[in-house]
């Protein structure tokens, strides 16, 4: 189903969908059912349903042709009912895929609560039957602005997949990844440019995804001429931008070589009858759930289990983690009589959310077979845990992710351990679509927030999820000063000190009584000379005077 509304002028504005849907249509095997409907505010089937051969897969790119972005409305309930007519009531013997591209949300009306109408019956009644069909929903979403949650629901609820397509130049790599989860072909690992072609596969299939400009491919049997594009030799070559896609049937046993620049995502897929089958990897997990991965060889729909043949095999688990680490482990044999031919591998430590590569494979001296899977793994509640302007406060806040739970009535239990080793809880409160709070460090060192949550699934479940521990860095912070006020003091008697005197200064006392004695003997002296002048004055000079009067 393919999404041609308006809005794809911006989202694919060199209409990129076009050789998308044809490395699609080159894929499906020979002998399946398919169709091909575009969808915007009607429905159109561009492709007939019906038995994929040659005829149909001419008629299939005619009508990737005629994929255009005009359409005004986005009618993603319409196109899910139509592409499903018929498929009322579950088949075990057929696999029933819907892939679904689009780069919006429901839009079917100017009046919002219709569109509102429409996603809840597409999430309700829509859902319903897609799942008692056995169906199983794929979708990619091509913008930003599309229903992630909405698409990504209807994906996990059927055990289908969901991918975003950062760009329209992603879609081939995108839909061949939903079509490898989808069917889950038999592919045949690469020893450098060299591939072994064994006796029991009747058609292989190589996808060389290419850059522009690269040179041709060259595809070198064991003992024959060369096959390429120009020179097929009874081989199935289609090419478009970006890619080569080439189909053999009946190949020659033996070693063959590729001549071309290798894109690390090529595969090579066989028809065979020698089959690897894997169970035990969904295409979503939580962090902490554990996997077991089996791994079984069929021949002709049966499996094998005689020691003579599994004794040469050698049974590996490729995990390529969220980094890009690469790791390779041996799978085990049961030991149990029952499962004879059973090849174990428990993936039991905790997975990092992100997107997680496991590629199983078994190898012998004269085959080889391989599968590989993708894993999202994600925890249903979205946490986040923002650092504030002031240093050591932090802003915790959770919500349920619509796609795996009822957003309303997710409850929480938060715990906070200090590096001293103080817990505390904290309440949570409701703000902007968040259950929120504020946590304020006064240490240094690891705070830890241990997250506990417990809410309801869309089927009405309870689940109760440790989400585990989340760290964020503790600062100091001083204790604030507390200003209270003081009493005042009862009025008391103050008693001033009486100043005691100073001590008795004898040296100066010396000096004074030694001047004072001096001042006396002086005005002696000056005494006894003035009576001394007195007494020896003459006296004629009076007598003169006397007679003179």
């Not at 629901?153 to 130049?169: C, I, K, R, Y």
């Not at 020691?307 to 590996?316: A, T």
């Not at 004879?340 to 496991?358: C, I, T, V």
């Not at 845990?385 to 919500?399: F, M, S, V």
């Amino acid at each position: 189903m393919i999404d041609v509304s308006g809005s794809m002028k911006q989202s694919d504005p060199q209409n990129l969908r076009v050789p998308a849907l044809k490395l699609m249509n080159g894929l499906i095997p020979t002998g399946s059912r398919a169709g091909v409907w575009n969808f915007g505010r009607y429905v159109n089937m561009s492709v007939k349903w019906g038995v994929v051969n040659d005829a149909w897969r001419k008629q299939a790119d005619l009508g990737a042709d005629s994929i255009h972005s005009n359409a005004l409305l986005t009618n993603i309930e319409s196109a899910l009912a139509r592409a499903s007519v018929g498929w009322s009531k579950r088949d075990a013997k057929t696999s029933r895929i819907l892939i679904m591209l689009t780069d919006g949300k429901v839009d079917v009306s100017k009046d919002s609560a219709k569109n509102e109408q429409s996603r809840a019956r597409v999430l309700g009644k829509s859902l319903l039957a897609l799942k008692q069909a056995g169906a199983q929903v794929h979708t990619i979403a091509l913008s930003k602005g599309t229903d992630e949650a909405l698409l990504k629901q209807l994906a996990l609820e059927t055990g289908g997949s969901f991918a975003v397509a950062q760009s329209a130049a992603e879609l081939q790599k995108v839909f061949f990844k939903m079509f490898e989860r989808a069917s889950e072909p038999d592919t045949v690992a690469f020893n450098g440019r060299e591939f072994p072609i064994d006796s029991s596969i009747k058609e292989m299939t190589l996808l060389l995804f290419r850059k522009a400009g690269s040179a041709p491919a060259l595809l070198i049997p064991p003992d024959s001429p060369a096959i390429s594009a120009q020179k097929p030799r009874g081989s199935r070559w289609r090419s478009d931008r970006g890619y080569d896609l080439i189909t053999i049937k009946n190949p020659q046993a033996g070693t063959w070589r590729i001549d071309a620049e290798m894109d690390p995502d090529y595969r090579l897929m066989v028809v065979t009858d020698l089959k690897l089958q894997v169970a035990g990897i969904p295409a979503y997990s939580t962090p902490r759930a554990a996997l077991e991965v089996a791994a079984e060889l069929f021949d002709r729909d049966r499996k094998i289990s005689r020691n003579s043949f599994l004794r040469f095999v050698d049974f590996k688990f490729s995990h390529t983690d969220v980094e890009g680490n690469e790791v390779s482990h041996v799978m085990t044999h049961t030991g149990v009589r029952e499962d004879k031919g059973q090849y174990l591998y428990p993936l039991a430590q905790k997975l990092a959310e992100g997107m997680h590569r496991f590629v199983i494979s078994a190898d012998s001296r004269t085959f080889n077979r391989s599968k590989r899977f993708d894993l999202q793994v994600q925890w249903p509640v979205e946490v986040k845990i923002e650092a504030q302007q002031a240093p050591g406060i932090y802003e915790l806040k959770l919500r349920a992710r619509e796609e795996y739970l009822q957003a309303d009535g997710l409850v929480a239990e938060v715990d906070i351990e200090a590096p001293d080793g103080t817990r505390n809880s904290l309440a949570l409160d409701f703000w902007g679509g968040w259950l929120r709070t504020d946590i304020e460090t006064n240490q240094d060192g690891l705070y830890r927030a241990h997250v506990k949550i417990s809410a309801r699934s869309h089927a009405g479940e309870i689940q109760d999820i440790d989400l585990g521990t989340f760290s964020m860095l503790g600062v100091y912070r001083a204790p604030p000063v507390v200003e209270t006020a003081v009493a005042e003091a009862e009025q008391v008697d103050v008693v001033e000190p009486k100043e005691e005197p100073d001590a008795v200064n004898w040296v100066l006392v010396g000096v004074v009584i030694v001047a004072v004695n001096l001042s006396l003997l002086l005005l002696l002296v000056l005494g006894w000379w003035l009576l001394k002048m007195k007494k020896n004055a003459p006296e004629l000079d009076l007598k003169e005077e006397e007679y003179g009067a």
